[in-house]
Every structure is written in structure tokens, then in C-alpha cells.
């Protein structure tokens, strides 16, 4: 991958990820209407403080990228992230689908470009 496209990509991708989990925290994007079920899933996760923890595991992936150190090791975690968000979307809030596919196809490409952190890992 060109390195110059990767940062550029990783300040994004980490800017992103700073926005988006900040406001789980400070909440100055509106949030949208949402269907009952939706709205009961998303009050678990408040009762149960699981949206705090997904924004700081959003937080430090971002800071991570920006700051280039463990990456590598953020996007694997930041992968449980994303696919809990689609499944959410999918299944409870399709409407609302795209910024989770965008937040998934970054992370996708991210890990793509970690693969060389991963052959150690991922060998039989």
C-alpha cells in the first residue's frame, strides 16, 4: 500500500474514530430517531456503561493511529467494534447503516494495511 495514501487514511481513519467516540461521551451530534427496539438495545448498553467502553476502545483507536503506535494491535479490537455496530444496523437500525459500513470498510482496509504485523500470528 503507498505509504503517503496509509497516513493520509490513519489521520482520518483517527479523527473519525476521536469524533465518534468523544460524542458517546459529550453527545453534541443529534442523534436520530430510533425504532423501540433499537432504543431498548442502545439503553442496555447506557445502564450498563458497554457504550463507554466502546467509546474509549474508539478513543484510543484513534489516538493510536494518530500517534502510530499500536495500531495494529487497535484494529484487531476496533474489529469487534465495527462488527457489533453492523449487526446492530442490520438487524435493529438499517436506516442509519453508513457511516457503520464506512467505520467497517476503514478498519477492513486498516488491517489490510497491518498485514505484515499479523504473519506472525496468523502462521500454522
Known sequence: MNSTFFIALR???GI????FGTNKFLHFMPAGQMSEAAMNYFSALLSTNTLYVVAIVEI???LS???NKFGALMMIILMT???NALLFN???EP???GLTL???VLNIVMLYAYKERYKDILRP
Not at 473519525?16 to 469524533?19: E, G, K, P, S
Open 90 to 92: 442490520a438487524f435493529l
Open 11 to 13: 489521520f482520518v481513519f
Open 16 to 19: 473519525f474514530l476521536i469524533v
Open 95 to 97: 436506516g442509519s447503516i
Open 65 to 67: 493511529l494518530l500517534t
Open 102 to 104: 464506512v467505520l467497517l
Open 60 to 62: 484510543l483507536s484513534g
Open 81 to 83: 467494534v465495527s462488527v
